[in-house]
T-cell receptor
Framework: DAGVIQSPRHEVTEMGQEVTLRCKPI?????LFWYRQTMMRGLELLIY????????DSGMPEDRFSAKMPNASFSTLKIQPSEPRDSAVYFC????????????FGPGTRLTVL | DQQVKQNSPSLSVQEGRISILNCDYT??????FLWYKKYPAEGPTFLIS?????DKNEDGRFTVFLNKSAKHLSLHIVPSQPGDSAVYFC?????????FGTGTSLTVIP
């Protein structure tokens, strides 16, 4: 299994532009999580899906952020418009069950907003 | 509001010695506590976990201790090896909510 796949690995964009991050979870996993890593706050859970349905998006910082999971093998995290304070590493993770302890993380997307 | 805190951003240990990474939490309702290890340019990988009903879990060189009265857990690595050099994240979950600490960067000196 290739593990969780994220693209792009690096994204540099200008303030105000739309950014779309992509994730392919491990086949057969029912839960998908989006995290943001910053120095100050560590890993923050933004949103998670169970069976393609968003369960809790309370961690999404504001309306500029949105996430979708149109099918079991694909999810996107979109930021529109992007701001410099959105610069961070964004991780996608999947797990077999919603309450499973072990989450499998992708390699992350390093986003830089100039 | 950080529900899981790692107050030491970094730690250096000599190869062969014990590494002790600490973590504090605020929510007494957490069900499980976990440690993840992260190498540069990679995602975190699961290392070891402990249920809230236990006080110790051991897996090879890695042992996690849980002190519920103090709301404190620690990860012991013995003996430490250079390949253990990484960032270690403490995490806790209740239901489907996961909370991570800010990480501790461990350097094992050969």
């Amino acid at each position: 299994d290739a593990g969780v796949i994220q693209s792009p690995r690096h994204e540099v964009t200008e303030m105000g532009q739309e950014v779309t991050l992509r994730c392919k979870p491990i086949s057969g996993h029912n839960s998908l999580f989006w995290y943001r890593q910053t120095m100050m706050r560590g890993l923050e859970l933004l949103i998670y899906f169970n069976n393609n349905v968003p369960i809790d998006d309370s961690g999404m910082p504001e309306d500029r952020f949105s996430a979708k999971m149109p099918n079991a093998s694909f999810s996107t995290l979109k930021i529109q418009p992007s701001e410099p304070r959105d610069s961070a590493v964004y991780f996608c993770a999947s797990s077999l069950l919603a309450g499973a302890n072990e989450q499998f993380f992708g390699p992350g997307t390093r986003l830089t907003v100039l | 509001d950080q529900q899981v805190k790692q107050n030491s951003p970094s730690l250096s240990v000599q190869e062969g010695r014990i590494s002790i990474l600490n973590c504090d939490y605020t929510n007494s309702m957490f069900d499980y506590f976990l440690w993840y290890k992260k190498y540069p340019a990679e995602g975190p990988t699961f290392l070891i976990s402990i249920s809230s009903i236990k006080d110790k879990n051991e897996d090879g060189r890695f042992t996690v201790f849980l002190n519920k009265s103090a709301k404190h857990l620690s990860l012991h690595i013995v003996p430490s090896q250079p390949g253990d050099s990484a960032v270690y994240f403490c995490a806790a979950n209740t239901g489907n909510q996961f909370y991570f600490g800010t990480g501790t960067s461990l350097t094992v000196i050969p």
